[in-house]
T-cell receptor
Framework: AQTVTQSQPEMSVQEAETVTLSCTYDTSESDYYLFWYKQPPSRQMILVIRQEAYKQQNATENRFSVNFQKAAKSFSLKISDSQLGDAAMYFCAYRASYSGNTGKLIFGQGTTLQVKP | GAVVSQHPSRVICKSGTSVKIECRSLDFQATTMFWYRQFPKQSLMLMATSNEGSKATYEQGVEKDKFLINHASLTLSTLTVTSAHPEDSSFYIC??????????FGPGTRLTVT
């Protein structure tokens, strides 16, 4: 069975600095998708970034980028120029490939990010 | 963008009563909808997966007779918590997916059972 592990329950970063959130996963599949979701205090889940396992290039979305290491099964999220609005709980998630699968997301435990002014 | 709504956003009910939560995809047809439960400061726990017109698939340990899921159309799924008890108090989140795309999440429903 696939598992996702986030080993940092809490992280803090100074405003304008850079922070990296860690995520490891376990799967025997070769084709899958990885996601980072943000859950602010409103509790609305927001997709931050998505990575297809078949792509070697790391995904980026403005200040957010990932370091995807397929062999190591590692998928970290880097937030550059941190802003107060980045404070939230961040979840790493795994999804099997779309073909013939139900789309079930497997979430990590979450990392609470605090941004200090 | 794809929008998913949930109603109600919060509900308080008495122990022993049933409560229904609606999940709607507003601007797309959802082939699959998912129901999650989340306790404070914890991760999302998948309860069940539902496809329009067919029975929901429940995760291990989730009582299907207690958490009734109906996916009546491509834009509406409902979760009914039957004979609710205080331990059912939680935050319930739905999500909807079109084939081959991401899941889009609803804003959640806070259920309090007194």
């Amino acid at each position: 069975a696939q598992t996702v592990t986030q080993s940092q329950p809490e992280m803090s970063v100074q405003e304008a600095e850079t922070v990296t959130l860690s995520c490891t996963y376990d799967t025997s599949e070769s084709d899958y998708y990885l996601f980072w979701y943000k859950q602010p205090p409103s509790r609305q889940m927001i997709l931050v970034i998505r990575q297809e396992a078949y792509k070697q290039q790391n995904a980026t979305e403005n200040r957010f980028s990932v370091n995807f290491q397929k062999a190591a099964k590692s998928f970290s999220l880097k937030i550059s120029d941190s802003q107060l609005g980045d404070a939230a709980m961040y979840f790493c998630a795994y999804r099997a490939s779309y073909s013939g699968n139900t789309g079930k997301l497997i979430f990590g435990q979450g990392t609470t990010l605090q941004v200090k002014p | 963008g794809a929008v998913v709504s949930q109603h109600p956003s919060r509900v308080i009910c008495k122990s022993g009563t049933s409560v229904k939560i609606e999940c709607r995809s507003l601007d797309f047809q959802a082939t699959t909808m998912f129901w999650y439960r989340q306790f404070p400061k914890q991760s999302l726990m998948l309860m069940a997966t539902s496809n329009e017109g067919s029975k929901a698939t429940y995760e291990q340990g989730v009582e299907k007779d207690k958490f009734l899921i109906n996916h009546a159309s491509l834009t509406l799924s409902t979760l009914t918590v039957t004979s609710a008890h205080p331990e059912d108090s939680s935050f319930y989140i739905c999500s909807a997916e079109r084939t081959g795309t991401e899941q889009y999440f609803g804003p959640g429903t806070r259920l309090t059972v007194t």
